[in-house]
């Protein structure tokens, strides 16, 4: 039911040469879409709002695709690696005189690359701290993610409660027979310190930075191989990696899918944030237009392909 596969390529530079045009409309500022978290029955849901009226639901409209030449840069979250490798290389075959790179460093890492002008967009699976925000760090939230505990598939338990998900994590449940498992000792697996997803999730429990954790490692790939592999441990991750190497639990009750992450219903959830110093008027033509096309029907497909959620407008 989870099983997903992702293309692991760490970097697209790849070239195709293509001919075709379309004409430019709509202005140039103000391009961007939000994200807002609104209170719903359910929880906490995301919506769309636009700014890209000129875009429209008929299609992409922009400039020639031999026009559009130069390169964008990405760094950061490990958890968006699919959906950038994805936006990489389909936004390349539409424009074949622009190469995209992708680097997958953490998320504060990435925001720290693009608040530097070392990269042109900071992948990041957590909101920008007012600090990044007031050194010029601009949000373009593109998705939502559920954050999904894992444990290794010969787990009995099938369901956490957050108040047993708090005690686990700092360290006063530590046999799995206290919620309802078989007599085991838990092995607590996390991110590292940066990580958007860590971060993300601490906030959920009202335990920043006070996790106590068995095993720290750098990336969601490791998590879910450090989990798979190891008796009694879990771990968090993003949703879109699942796969039937690892067992997913409930949170509450709620199993997280699509329609119930989307809806809040699922309560551990966090946008995915592209950053860009200034907004999108002041960044270079080839970054423009790869946010017009992100924003596309095309992009939005391309996404959900992906495996990614991506809001209704």
């Not at 299609?59 to 964008?72: E, I, K, L, R, Y």
């Not at 686990?168 to 997803?197: H, K, M």
Request: a negative charge.
């Amino acid at each position: 039911m989870y099983k997903k596969e992702k293309n692991r390529n760490r970097i697209y530079m790849t070239k195709v040469h293509l001919l075709g045009a379309v004409l430019v409309i709509g202005l140039l500022s103000g391009i961007g879409r939000e994200y807002r978290g609104v209170d719903s029955p359910h929880g906490r849901e995301y919506r769309g709002t636009d700014s890209l009226q000129s875009m429209g639901e008929s299609g992409m409209q922009s400039v020639g695709q031999d026009a559009v030449q130069g390169t964008v840069t990405m760094a950061g979250s490990t958890s968006m690696e699919s959906m950038a490798n994805a936006l990489a290389e389909g936004f390349m075959s539409r424009y074949p005189q622009v190469v995209v790179t992708a680097e997958f460093t953490g998320s504060s890492a990435g925001i720290e690359s693009v608040l530097a002008g070392r990269v042109d967009i900071g992948n990041s699976s957590r909101r920008l701290h007012p600090a990044e925000q007031a050194a010029g760090g601009v949000e373009q939230v593109v998705a939502i993610d559920g954050i999904v505990m894992v444990t290794d598939t010969g787990n009995r338990v099938k369901g956490l409660t957050k108040e047993q998900l708090c005690g686990i994590y700092q360290g006063t449940i530590r046999n799995w027979q206290d919620v309802g498992g078989l007599d085991e000792p838990v092995v607590v697996i996390g991110r590292e310190a940066g990580s958007g997803t860590r971060e993300a999730f601490e906030g959920f429990l009202g335990m920043e930075d006070r996790c106590v954790y068995a095993n720290e490692v750098s990336s969601t790939g490791a998590v879910m191989a450090r989990v798979s592999s190891t008796p009694g441990a879990i771990g968090y991750v993003s949703w879109e990696v699942l796969n039937d190497t690892v067992a997913v639990l409930s949170l509450d009750g709620i199993m997280p899918t699509e329609e119930t992450i989307r809806d809040g219903r699922y309560g551990l959830s966090r946008p995915y944030v592209m950053v860009t110093r200034g907004g999108l008027e002041k960044q270079n033509e080839a970054v423009r237009e790869f946010f017009r096309y992100l924003y596309s029907e095309e992009g939005k497909a391309l996404l959900n392909r992906a495996g990614v959620i991506v809001s209704d407008r």
